[in-house]
């Protein structure tokens, strides 16, 4: 199966910006949906961006607007562009399929949102 490496987490204050990077083990032209999930302390993980066929993109309500998905073929790696991050938007960043049939999750990459 298709392994995953999340990178690019780390602290940041409130409204500031970080760059999520998911390359993957091998090509990923062959999946059709490709999400970034969020799973904060305590709570279940959450589908919040998702991209469809390379092109087409949906988000969850609490990151509309501050989120960009987006994914590179030839690098076979998934991107999350975050700004203005909020407190709440601290937690472990996974990317897998979507829907993830195999139930196989990366170490994910932690960001906090703090001052």
């Known amino acids: 199966q298709v392994q995953a490496v999340e990178s690019g987490g780390g602290l940041v204050q409130p409204g500031g910006s970080l760059r999520l990077s998911c390359t993957a083990s091998?090509?990923?032209?062959?999946?059709?949906?490709i999400g970034w999930y969020r799973q904060a302390l305590g709570k279940e993980r959450i589908l919040i961006a998702l991209?469809?066929?390379?092109?087409?993109?949906n988000y969850a309500d609490s990151v509309k607007g501050r989120f960009t998905i987006s994914l590179d073929n030839a690098k076979n790696t998934v991107y999350l562009q975050m700004n203005s991050l909020k407190p709440e938007d601290t937690g472990v960043y996974y990317c897998?399929?979507?829907?993830?049939?195999?139930?196989?999750w990366g170490q994910g990459t932690q960001v906090t949102v703090s001052s």
């Open positions: 897998a399929a979507v829907p993830n049939v195999s139930g196989y």
């Open positions: 991209i469809t066929a390379g092109i087409a993109t």
């Open positions: 091998e090509s990923i032209s062959s999946i059709n949906a």
